[in-house]
T-cell receptor, first 115, second 115 residues
Framework: DTEVTQTPKHLVMGMTNKKSLKCEQHMGHRAMYWYKQKAKKPPELMFVYSYEKLSINESVPSRFSPECPNSSLLNLHLHALQPEDSALYLC??????????????FGQGTRLTVV | AQSVTQLDSQVPVFEEAPVELRCNYSSSVSVYLFWYVQYPNQGLQLLLKYLSGSTLVKGINGFEAEFNKSQTSFHLRKPSVHISDTAEYFCAVIKMDTGRRALTFGSGTRLQVQP
């Protein structure tokens, strides 16, 4: 199983809503990532979890709150988003962050629209 | 400072013709280099990667890339493209001088294969 599963695939939310994006992998990977991708742009790193601990936060606004409940799950909690936060949110995982474990597997993404 | 530069935003090519997608990186330290492909409304899939060793790397779907340290390049090639290769291609790098073992992507190249 080399799959990273993201739910939901599509999400429309208002600026006052609270929602969560979910990501799951069963490859035994110990590093998990959230990327944000705007239309016609490359993915931009938001957060990295390594062994369930937040290791990188790329100065993301606090209206985005990541959570890693266990080694297989990664959540992204959303609150009070702005229309400019509309994007494709990609989750990825890799074995770790060492030299031999650099291949990242990506999920299909959640297409988020903030209205 | 831009770590990865993809010089061509779009590359139109006829079916069965060869193609080269260019990627240059900037780094004074060792890097790992990757090419990912993204089909419309999909996540990213790894085509190939260079970690060390042979500078010619073969990947999936008939793609290959050559690491050139002196020219700081990692161009992607395919001798004969198919319609199904139409997609967005991202070059990415991991710099080994920091603990930031996460992918940094180039701006992407849209490969448009025409019949």
């Amino acid at each position: 199983d080399t799959e990273v599963t993201q739910t939901p695939k599509h999400l429309v939310m208002g600026m006052t809503n609270k929602k969560s994006l979910k990501c799951e992998q069963h490859m035994g990977h110990r590093a998990m990532y959230w990327y944000k991708q705007k239309a016609k742009k490359p993915p931009e790193l938001m957060f990295v979890y390594s062994y369930e601990k937040l290791s990188i936060n790329e100065s993301v606004p606090s209206r985005f709150s990541p959570e890693c409940p266990n080694s297989s799950l990664l959540n992204l909690h959303l609150h009070a988003l702005q229309p400019e936060d509309s994007a494709l949110y990609l989750c990825a995982s890799s074995q770790g962050q060492g030299a031999s474990s650099t291949e990242a597997f990506f999920g299909q993404g959640t297409r988020l629209t903030v209205v | 400072a831009q770590s990865v530069t993809q010089l061509d935003s779009q590359v139109p090519v006829f079916e069965e013709a060869p193609v080269e997608l260019r990627c240059n990186y900037s780094s004074s330290v060792s890097v790992y280099l990757f090419w990912y492909v993204q089909y419309p409304n999909q996540g990213l899939q790894l085509l190939l990667k260079y970690l060390s060793g042979s500078t010619l790397v073969k990947g999936i779907n008939g793609f290959e890339a050559e690491f050139n340290k002196s020219q700081t390049s990692f161009h992607l090639r395919k001798p004969s493209v198919h319609i199904s290769d139409t997609a967005e291609y991202f070059c990415a790098v991991i710099k080994m001088d920091t603990g930031r073992r996460a992918l940094t992507f180039g701006s992407g190249t849209r490969l448009q294969v025409q019949p």
